[in-house]
């Protein structure tokens, strides 16, 4: 009754209403999230937005929804008579990680999707949903990917093709030629507020994992429920250490910031951590800003960021802390997966004491094999040539 009553609830008092069907376009775009950084890429006027996170309904497709389906899976029905009303040729979307989005199967109707974040399965994602799923309801037809080895995972569980492109947003930004002197550290945030459960203080919750899975091959005791302060712990004890080497070596250290909206309370959580000590915050002031602050910095420290991941793509030297505690028994997330399964590295260790993070400041520092083979990892392609050429092939059939 209390999800009936919530969905209830959007659906009435908060989103805006249409009152005709949609119009027929070449492209639907699905969730307007990220939309801003594809949008170029796309004729004008050959699109529409079709909003998913209750910001506006079809009303006339709303009605014929609760009348042909009722009040049950309401939400993903009204998604699927809304996607066969827009008539469109193809559904684009860079929330590839969204499951009604991967369920809805359309005749004559193409999926693409962009990968948004650099994924794992150790945390409640796309990829650990799939991995104790018991039923292949899910299908997708392209994936424009990170990198070759994830793209081989959407097609294992999609059977999709798979195009490497790196991170479309990172590929925005040209690399800095101009070679960053200063060795002060840069630490890229993962801080969020709006992830926690306030009242039980949990980050991941089973229940939460588990209602989006339709028939699992899971039992309750392989997953953990991650607490916010246990989750955390982790960048405590990175940020600590670092901030050791900072005072040795007589350098700065730099957060990146991640948040626009709360970047007060990010900029405390960081200041329990790190007191009054010599460091900076850096202030996220737009979609596409901390890719510029990047290029201010030549070595880079996080913890399993996809950030990160984009910051190896731009040649800077990037350390690895992998070593936040997963959600799943035995499951680990290793820098570099699908295609490492070692817990250290020339750049990258599970551990989060002095010594390991000193051996790796000291390879970035006087090393030289950071790089090596990172395209394997996440590719760079700027401006996103990839990505135009291959969405113009799409369209004429020939991929």
Not at 83 to 91: A, D, E, F, N, R
Not at 93 to 120: G, V
Not at 245 to 257: D, P, Y
């Amino acid at each position: 009754m209390i999800k009936i009553y919530n969905l209830l609830k959007s659906i009435i008092f908060y989103p805006k209403y249409s009152f005709i069907y949609p119009e027929k376009k070449l492209f639907l775009v699905y969730d307007k999230s990220n939309f801003e950084f594809f949008k170029k890429y796309l004729i004008p006027h050959s699109y529409q937005i079709f909003y998913t996170r209750n910001e506006a309904y079809n009303f006339p497709i709303l009605v014929e929804t609760l009348f042909k389906y009722g009040l049950k899976n309401l939400k993903f029905n009204y998604k699927t008579e809304y996607i066969k009303k827009s008539k469109c040729k193809y559904i684009i979307t860079m929330t590839d990680n969204d499951l009604d989005f991967l369920k809805i199967d359309i005749k004559n109707i193409k999926k693409i999707a962009i990968q948004n974040s650099y994924r794992r399965d150790a945390f409640p994602d796309v990829f650990s949903f799939l991995k104790y799923e018991k039923y292949k309801i899910y299908n997708l037809d392209y994936i424009f990917c990170f990198n070759e080895a994830v793209g081989k995972k959407y097609k294992k569980y999609f059977n999709c093709k798979y195009i490497p492109i790196g991170s479309l947003r990172n590929n925005l930004i040209p690399k800095n030629s101009n070679k960053v002197k200063s060795n002060n550290i840069a630490f890229i945030s993962q801080f969020r507020s709006s992830t926690v459960n306030k009242k039980k203080n949990l980050i991941f919750e089973y229940s939460d994992f588990i209602k989006f899975i339709q028939k699992p091959i899971f039992k309750k005791n392989n997953f953990i429920n991650l607490t916010y302060s246990d989750f955390y712990k982790t960048d405590e004890y990175v940020l600590n250490n670092l901030l050791k080497i900072c005072i040795q070596k007589k350098i700065k250290l730099h957060i990146i910031g991640v948040m626009k909206k709360n970047f007060n309370e990010e900029k405390q959580f960081f200041s329990k951590i790190l007191k009054k000590h010599n460091w900076k915050y850096i202030k996220r002031t737009s979609s596409l800003s901390s890719y510029k602050n990047l290029e201010k910095f030549n070595l880079i420290f996080g913890i399993d960021s996809t950030m990160l991941y984009e910051s190896l793509a731009r040649n800077k030297n990037v350390g690895f802390i992998s070593a936040r505690p997963s959600c799943f028994n035995n499951n680990h997330a290793y820098f570099g997966w699908p295609l490492n399964k070692k817990k250290k590295g020339f750049n990258w260790t599970n551990e989060v004491n002095y010594s390991e993070i000193l051996r790796i400041f000291n390879n970035l520092i006087f090393k030289t094999k950071n790089n090596r083979n990172s395209n394997k990892i996440i590719l760079f392609d700027h401006k996103n040539l990839i990505f135009q050429k291959s969405l113009i092939n799409i369209m004429k059939k020939k991929i």
